[in-house]
């Protein structure tokens, strides 16, 4: 779980310069002090929110390569992977939800408080390589709570940046954030190295850990 700490933290400054234009026009701006906390909160819940449900789902179907003794193989190709998108990645095309950024437009153009959360959910929903990267590791972690988990804490390494930006708006310069974006390969690499190294069994305790199918009883003698 650190490699998603790790990565949900570096990452949230790549996600300032994407997603930092959204956050600098919250209905927030113009209010002070606790008020204002709590909406900025509310909008990084939202996001949190879909990480999270992204994590159940991704961490259900990761359950059942588990299940057919195939999660082994799963995480060291998912570190293959990530590897090979750090060179990639530019050439990876994303989908394009218009009808994601139709609602999120609509929401950022009333400018109620009321809204914050929901802005937050769907800007959650917005293609994000960062974010597929946390789905990768939510699909590595073999059950629907840890995959939860996975991108809950995701999301929680990417509040500090996302929150500061907001409540400070300009405090992070650019030059800051186009060095801090230099470290997100490294995280991306540590990550690949973990998954790799996750399924090669090597008995490593919380890096390489002996993983063996599930076992199920679908049935049972009668006492």
């Known amino acids: 779980m650190i490699a998603a700490l790790l990565l949900g ?6 996600c300032i310069g994407m997603c930092g234009p959204i956050a600098l026009t919250l209905p927030v701006q113009h209010l002070r002090g606790a008020k204002k906390m709590a909406g900025i909160l509310l909008y990084n ?39 090979a998108g750090m060179f990639f990645y530019r050439f990876i095309p994303f989908p394009q939800l218009q009808f994601v950024k139709k609602a999120l437009g609509q929401l950022l153009s009333k400018q109620r408080f009321s809204t914050l959360y929901a802005i937050g959910f769907l800007n959650g929903l917005l293609p994000c390589g ?68 996750r399924g090669m069994n090597l008995g490593i305790p919380y890096i390489s850990p002996v993983m063996q199918p599930a076992e199920i009883n679908c049935c049972h003698k009668p006492s």
């Open 130 to 197: 960062l974010v597929y990267l946390g789905v990768a590791g939510a699909l590595a972690a073999g059950s629907i709570w840890k995959g939860m988990l996975f991108m809950g804490i995701f999301g929680a390494g990417t509040l500090p940046a996302m929150m500061a930006v907001t409540w400070f708006s300009q405090l992070i310069s650019i030059p800051v954030r186009q060095r801090i974006r230099q470290l997100i390969p490294v995280a991306v690499g540590v990550m690949a190295v973990l998954l790799i190294l």
């Open 45 to 83: 819940a939202g996001r949190v929110t879909t990480y999270m449900l992204m994590g159940l789902v991704f961490g259900w179907l990761g359950q059942q390569f588990y299940i057919g003794g195939l999660q082994q193989w799963l995480s060291v190709a998912l570190g293959i992977l990530l590897l």
């Open 9 to 14: 933290f570096l990452g949230s400054f790549h």
